[in-house]
């Protein structure tokens, strides 16, 4: 069955305006400079702020 009648290219356009990516905000982390995301556990030293550290588990050292 087809439609009654075509929608338009705005219409089509605008109902998908939301639907578009967004980039990932990432800033340096004071410690080792490497990117992380803002409010998180940085992935490669485990620094969150000043009073907390998380240890990460390095197959390195074992």
Not at 11 to 37: E, F, Y
Not at 41 to 59: E, F, I, Q
Request: aromatic share 2%.
């Amino acid at each position: 069955m087809l439609p009654v009648q075509k929608k338009s290219k705005m219409r089509k356009r605008t109902r998908r305006s939301h639907q578009a990516l967004t980039p990932v905000h990432l800033i340096a982390c004071p410690q080792c400079g490497q990117a992380k995301r803002p409010h998180a556990a940085c992935g490669s030293c485990g620094y969150v702020n000043a009073h907390t550290k998380l240890k990460l588990h390095d197959d390195e050292e074992s």
